[in-house]
């Protein structure tokens, strides 16, 4: 994880280097660190903590001239979050400074052998080994910085973004990529370049941009082309620049308290994006081309394996419901991390859908690859165009919700089951197992989705209310069957990350089997209990843990009486077909959560121990 700025040019890097740290601190906020080289020194400050604690530090500590420098903002694995273990890190001599994402695995045996060679090292990271290591190869005759960043990471094992920068040679810096993302913001007449883990940092000053692929090396110099090579064998690559559609608007705020809450808010939106092209009713039509132009091994899976981490697991179990209803496929959905080291059985008629928003998630990306490997073919889910989720697999679909920043998912879930749903309907089309009346009828409905989230988010301050009731609260149950099983572990699961309230989902029915011994009336239990999802089934269960003196929050179909009658709180969403439900469904538990967290004081874009992309295993 961790977020990487870097900027070579004519203007004062400084506060291009803060901004951009600002954007990146959802890749991990724990601390935080920035270099500036002023034509004379190396100036350095870091600290524990956020950008903001940083910048106080060097308001107090260095200078911030300079039109070269770096900066990082950490999400700790090699040793504790403190001063020390921050980043940038120097070389022994103090003369290169070094910025990393990723682990390098094989840093023990590396460190050794440069502690025989008299190297003290001052922080307990595997990033001050490299650095060291890049020194050490440079005291070589005739030896120069992209090289021996190059020969160092020939000898690495594991995972990096790197920017180098060398006192030796001001106008330069190298960077470096194998399993973390970075990108190099391109200037006028490469006048100035920018280094990033993500284009955010960057966007308002440049729209082209080079994506580094894994083993590549990049030498960026002032006035010069980037120069491009392979780390293994040295070859040359062209480098090949892009235009960005991203535009600054999308990375701000927007006059929200928080990024969650945009983005909650954002859904309509994103699900139209993520429609338009798509869904062509009035033509009854559905068009995904990385579905489209690979139809035959879609239909002639024996099965599907869907494979996530976190949320986006939960929008995979959302599809399992409605790709074995639809399709009438057999659907295995599993966590990504399990997957890839249980020696799982995969055969060539295996149809593997990875989902992730980042596309960066080392597990996921590890799973793909094993599924490759055994000759599955993968069809990859993901938010940010060119990640390496995106780029690692057969075939695929962006959902186009736009870059989600709150560190809670949010507008990243419903757009994956929104692709789903399209994937599916097509599929089922296209097999035969849906009637041309059904999906015509889905299509219809489906279009309707983003003018329902619309008017669901009107009960933000009813859900506000209710909120207001439950800030205190240690435990939470969610419960739902069904499509809106996965949307209880969703809610769940947005509960605990970012107001540190422990909260478990369940299938309704699983409550007898256990978990009902917790329930006192202390316990706040959330039931989905849509009107067409085993309603009747679900209204028992309510009884059941109403008995037991439960205060129970409901989500219903509007204008349902039953559950009203006994519920404590009753949260209305518009009617809806049962396999569309999840999309409606989970709003006002991203809301709840949302206004529980503010309420308890807690960083609701930014929660503690978390990143937004997680790019170790
Ligand atoms: C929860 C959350 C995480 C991510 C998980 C996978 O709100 O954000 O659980 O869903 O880390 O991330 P992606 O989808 O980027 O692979």
Redesign the pocket.
């Known amino acids: 994880m961790c977020g990487i700025t870097g900027y070579i040019g004519y203007r004062d890097a400084y506060p291009i280097i803060m901004n951009g740290l600002k954007r990146l601190e959802y890749r991990g906020y724990d601390s935080s660190g920035v270099m500036l080289f002023d034509g004379k020194n190396i100036n350095l400050s870091k600290t524990k903590g956020k950008v903001s604690s940083l910048e106080e530090k060097v308001s107090q500590e260095i200078s911030t001239e300079g039109s070269i420098g770096v900066g990082h903002t950490r999400w700790a694995t090699h040793g504790i979050p403190n001063d020390v273990n921050s980043h940038p890190h120097m070389s022994q001599s103090g003369n290169l400074v070094i910025v990393h994402n990723g682990i390098i695995e094989n840093y023990e045996a590396l460190k050794q052998e440069l502690v025989s060679r008299g190297y003290v090292f001052h922080s307990d990271t595997d990033t001050e080994v490299l650095i060291n290591l890049i020194e050490e190869i440079k005291t070589q005759e005739g030896v120069k910085l992209g090289q021996a960043v190059q020969i160092a990471l020939n000898q690495v094992i594991g995972a990096y973004a790197i920017a180098v920068f060398d006192r030796a040679k001001p106008d330069e810096m190298v960077v470096a990529k194998l399993g973390s993302p970075i990108a190099i913001g391109v200037g006028d007449n490469f006048e100035e370049f920018f280094v990033a883990s993500d284009a955010s940092p960057f966007i308002e000053y440049t729209k082209n941009a080079i994506y580094l692929e894994d083993e590549e090396l990049a030498i960026i110099k002032k006035g010069r082309k980037v120069r491009v090579r392979k780390i293994k064998d040295d070859s040359a690559i062209d480098a090949n620049i892009q235009e960005l559609q991203m535009n600054l608007e999308q990375i701000e705020k927007g006059g929200y308290e928080h990024f969650m809450l945009k983005e909650i808010h954002e859904q309509p939106r994103a699900i139209i994006d993520t429609l338009r092209g798509r869904l062509l009713v009035n033509e009854g039509i559905i068009k995904l081309s990385g579905l489209e132009n690979n139809m035959k091994r879609f239909l002639n899976a024996e099965r599907i394996i869907i494979i996530?981490?976190?949320?986006?697991w939960h929008a995979g179990l959302v599809a399992e419901y409605i790709f074995e209803e639809f399709v009438r496929i057999p659907v295995e959905v599993e966590y990504a991390s399990e997957f890839r080291y249980r020696n799982p059985v995969i055969t060539e008629k295996d149809v593997v859908i990875a989902?992730?928003?980042?596309?960066?998630?080392a597990d996921?990306l590890a799973a793909i690859k094993l599924a490759r490997s055994k000759g599955a073919f993968v069809f990859g889910l993901c938010n940010v165009v060119g990640s390496s989720i995106a780029r690692e697999n057969d075939s695929g679909a962006y959902t186009h919700a736009g870059p989600e920043i709150g560190?809670?998912?949010t507008k990243?879930f419903t757009t994956q089951i929104t692709v789903l749903l399209l994937m599916a309907l097509r599929l089922a089309r296209a097999k035969g197992t849906m009637s041309s009346a059904d999906y015509r009828m889905h299509l219809q409905e489906l279009e309707l989705i983003p003018q329902k989230v619309e008017e669901l988010l009107k009960i933000d301050d009813h859900i506000k209310e209710i909120a207001k009731e439950y800030l205190l609260s240690t435990n939470f149950l969610y419960l739902g069957r069904g499509y809106n099983f996965p949307v209880a572990l969703e809610g769940a699961?947005?509960l605990k990350?970012i107001s540190y309230i422990h909260a478990e989902g369940y299938p309704a029915a699983e409550m007898k089997h256990g978990p009902i011994a917790l329930i006192d009336d202390r316990m706040p239990v959330v039931v989905i209990a849509t009107s067409k999802g085993h309603y009747e089934k679900v209204v028992s269960n309510i009884q059941e843990i109403k008995s037991r003196k439960a205060k129970i929050i409901a989500v219903v179909t509007k204008g349902d009486t039953s559950v009203r009658a006994i519920a404590d709180h009753i949260i209305e969403i518009p009617e809806v077909e049962e396999a569309f439900s999840p999309l409606l469904t989970t709003i006002p538990l991203q809301l709840l959560s949302y206004h529980i967290a503010v309420m308890r004081n807690c960083n609701v874009d930014q929660p503690r121990n978390l990143a937004?992309?997680?790019t170790v295993e």
């Open positions: 996530a981490c976190g949320t986006s989902i992730s928003q980042s596309g960066e998630t996921t560190v809670a998912s990243a699961l947005k990350e937004k992309s997680v």
